[in-house]
Nanobody, 123 residues
Framework: QLQLVESGGGLVQPGESLRLSCVAS????????IGWFRQVPGKEREGVSS???????MYNPSVMGRFTISRDNKKRAVYLHMHRLTAEDTATYYC?????????????????WGQGTQVTVSS
């Protein structure tokens, strides 16, 4: 069973950048689509970006052009590079794994979830 651990969250000012990391344990990582999701209290979890085993990527329109997702299978890691952050990006960010092998932002597709890392954008 894949296990995922997020890191890299923190407090930044508007306009700054962060890189989130999602590191997996288990030897099936290469077969998983990995997605990043975010959630704020009182709202539904929303898909931010995902990357398939073949490196096909998908982005929420709200982050297109500002966020970039990448994966390093040797390190069993997926990264979310976040630039030009705004207060609206403040949320708990989760990574998740899906064996469908296609890039998707549908929460229900993902079987394995990490515990989350907090991102706060504030001046």
């Amino acid at each position: 069973q894949l296990q995922l651990v997020e890191s890299g969250g923190g407090l930044v000012q508007p306009g700054e950048s962060l890189r989130l990391s999602c590191v997996a344990s288990g030897n099936t990582f290469d077969y998983y689509t990995i997605g990043w999701f975010r959630q704020v209290p009182g709202k539904e979890r929303e898909g931010v970006s995902s990357i398939s085993p073949s490196n096909f990527t998908m982005y929420n329109p709200s982050v297109m052009g500002r966020f970039t997702i990448s994966r390093d299978n040797k390190k069993r890691a997926v990264y979310l590079h976040m630039h030009r952050l705004t207060a609206e990006d403040t949320a708990t960010y989760y990574c998740a794994g899906d064996l469908s092998m296609i890039a998707t932002l549908e929460t229900y597709e993902f079987e394995v979830w990490g515990q989350g890392t907090q991102v706060t954008v504030s001046s």
